[in-house]
């Protein structure tokens, strides 16, 4: 492997890791809220939420491309913060990765909140319990199951991410050259050795992710009541 393609996968590694943790602590409070409330405004959010399963990549990447450029609201203000532009920079590419793979991570959460809400953080309330203590104690530990779902979706999802990196994020070594634009690269350079290289470890990496959250739900299997 290049140097170049093994900075580009070092950089996607660190894209899905950081990608995945600010997930969770945005995805968390977020599915606990669609688990629970009775709000009329539920419908709305979880659409809002599924939008990245049904839009293409390059609309959300058009989007938020025009939402990030320095001349918009958020940019300027992030341009004043910081001296740097949120497109085509690392930063940018976590904005839209996190956009893009919301619903990996909120569906999960969600779904196993759900289950806790009728189960054992419903007895934990009625036995008294402040409903932070009983999220904390009672309906996290048992909704385990779907937070390591919700968080290997994430990061899996993000690992193959083209169309929003490559609208916000460009192709930057270093800086925003994630191994799938690595590999269009190759392809369009008809270099198809490197790009059957950076393909196949990418697909390697992917069902290894994939296959040990299967074995962890095969292990611990959900017990609701």
């Not at 299967?214 to 009541?225: A, E, L, S, W």
Request: with cysteine; hydrophobic share 55%.
């Amino acid at each position: 492997m290049s140097l170049p393609d093994l900075s580009a996968l070092l950089l996607t590694l660190r894209l899905a890791f950081i990608t995945t943790v600010v997930l969770l602590i945005i995805g968390m409070p977020l599915a606990w809220w669609l688990a629970t409330t009775r709000s009329r405004l539920r419908p709305i959010c979880e659409a809002f939420v599924a939008l990245p399963l049904v839009l293409p990549p390059t609309v959300i990447g058009f989007y938020l491309l025009i939402a990030l450029n320095p001349t918009s609201a958020i940019g300027k203000f992030w341009m004043q913060m910081t001296g740097e532009t949120l497109t085509f920079s690392f930063t940018g590419l976590v904005i839209g990765s996190v956009v893009y793979s919301l619903p990996f991570m909120v569906q999960p959460l969600q779904a196993a909140f759900e289950a806790s809400a009728r189960g054992p953080a419903r007895l934990a309330a009625n036995l008294g319990a402040h409903p932070l203590d009983a999220f904390i104690t009672v309906a996290l530990p048992s909704s385990l199951r779907g937070v390591v779902t919700g968080c290997v979706l994430a990061f899996a999802h993000t690992l193959g991410e083209f169309g929003v990196v490559l609208m916000v994020g460009g192709n930057i070594p270093d800086e925003t050259r994630v191994v799938s634009i690595a590999i269009y690269e190759h392809v369009e350079t008809l270099s198809y050795t490197q790009a059957h290289g950076l393909s196949g470890l990418l697909l390697l990496l992917s069902f290894c992710v994939l296959l040990s959250v299967y074995i962890f739900n095969r292990r611990f299997p959900v017990h609701v009541g």
